[in-house]
T-cell receptor, first 116, second 108 residues
Framework: NAGVTQTPKFQVLKTGQSMTLQCAQD?????MSWYRQDPGMGLRLIHY???????DQGEVPNGYNVSRSTTEDFPLRLLSAAPSQTSVYFC???????????????FGPGTRLLVL | EDQVTQSPEALRLQEGESSSLNCSYT??????LFWYRQDPGKGPEFLFT???AGEEKEKERLKATLTKKESFLHITAPKPEDSATYLC?????????FGKGTHLIIQP
């Protein structure tokens, strides 16, 4: 198993440009999520999905869109990049247990984004 | 609002010098406390999940314990390869709430 994969590894954008960060997992996990990690702030949840066709907002969703058309893929879209979105982005996935709670989350290697 | 506070922010130890990292939390109904290790430039790597007070888990030189208000990550006789940032997180309704981490350096 490749686990959770993310592309690209590094990206430079100009303010106002759009892009999509890709995330895929091969563990058949129902739950997938996106976090951003900033110095001194820790990891913060952007968006999450509990299954194909279902998405919801996390703590810091503004400026980002997501969709979940398949179990495997969960792309994150930046509609109009801003310098404040300079960060490291991590995708994570986990199984969901019957009670509806989320199991242990496994993280991808991250995408480093610089917005000029 | 769920909160997770880790201390110290940074810790420098000599090889073989045992110590503990602290994670204090406030959450309404704990449904899981997680420890992760993060190496520079990489994603968090799962270490342990604890669900109830009194629970303990071990892996090599690491042992995680849980009380009703905090968790400790004990590191026994650490080696330089244990140098990393250790993250604590609690299960929240929509995802995980993370602390800011403890940056651990083990000097040979």
């Amino acid at each position: 198993n490749a686990g959770v994969t993310q592309t690209p590894k590094f990206q430079v954008l100009k303010t106002g440009q759009s892009m999509t960060l890709q995330c895929a997992q091969d563990m058949n996990h129902e739950y997938m999520s996106w976090y951003r990690q900033d110095p001194g702030m820790g990891l913060r949840l952007i968006h999450y999905s509990v299954g194909a066709g279902i998405t919801d907002q996390g703590e810091v969703p503004n400026g980002y869109n997501v969709s979940r058309s398949t179990t495997e893929d969960f792309p994150l879209r930046l509609l109009s990049a801003a310098p404040s979105q300079t960060s490291v982005y991590f995708c994570a996935s986990s199984y969901s247990i019957p009670s509806g709670e989320v199991g242990t989350q496994y993280f991808g290697p991250g995408t480093r984004l610089l917005v000029l | 609002e769920d909160q997770v506070t880790q201390s110290p922010e940074a810790l420098r130890l000599q090889e073989g010098e045992s110590s503990s990292l602290n994670c204090s939390y406030t959450v309404s109904g704990l449904r899981g406390l997680f420890w992760y290790r993060q190496d520079p430039g990489k994603g968090p790597e799962f270490l342990f999940t604890l669900y109830s007070a009194g629970e303990e888990k071990e892996k090599e030189r690491l042992k995680a314990t849980l009380t009703k208000k905090e968790s400790f990550l004990h590191i026994t006789a650490p080696k330089p390869e244990d140098s990393a940032t250790y993250l604590c997180a609690v299960h929240a309704p929509d995802g995980l709430t993370f602390g800011k981490g403890t940056h651990l350096i083990i000097q040979p």
